[in-house]
């Protein structure tokens, strides 16, 4: 079965449409209407969802603390230490990986925040109808 693809779809999601700036000769900005939609859709559903869900900054700050460790600091410093090559137990890599560990410490201190303020604002039964 050969897979086609809709001409108008195809449009909408790759075509950019070029507006010029005020004020800027020959500036232009590049619009695509696909991310239009997409970026304003997710705002959307994370404004409703913020609403319906009183302890959304907790999740949001558990999500946080445990994307913050891995991602900004583990990885980069682990690619820094494989590409220049530093030597295990050097003073650089103690250097390093003591930086490593003590982001990984506050990185689980502010998870266990996070969880503790879900778990007080489920206490409260933040579902329950107000009289």
């Known amino acids: 079965m050969k897979y086609t693809t809709n001409p108008y779809t195809q449009q ?14 020959n500036k232009k900005c590049h619009i695509n209407m696909f991310r239009i939609v997409w970026r304003s859709c997710y705002v959307i559903v994370a404004t409703l969802l913020a609403m319906a869900l009183p302890f959304f900054n907790d999740i949001l ?4 603390a445990t994307g913050y460790w891995p991602l900004t600091i583990y990885f980069p410093i682990s690619m820094y230490i494989s590409r220049k090559e530093i030597k295990k137990y050097s003073s650089k890599w103690i250097a390093l990986q003591s930086l490593n560990a003590f982001c990984l410490i506050c990185s689980i ?7 503790r303020g879900i778990a007080k604002s489920l ?9």
């Open 12 to 25: 909408f999601v790759n075509h950019e449409y070029s507006v010029n700036i005020l004020g800027f000769k």
């Open 61 to 64: 700050s558990f999500l946080g």
């Open 123 to 131: 206490a409260n039964n933040p579902f329950k109808a107000k009289n």
């Open 109 to 115: 201190v502010a998870a266990c925040g996070a969880v």
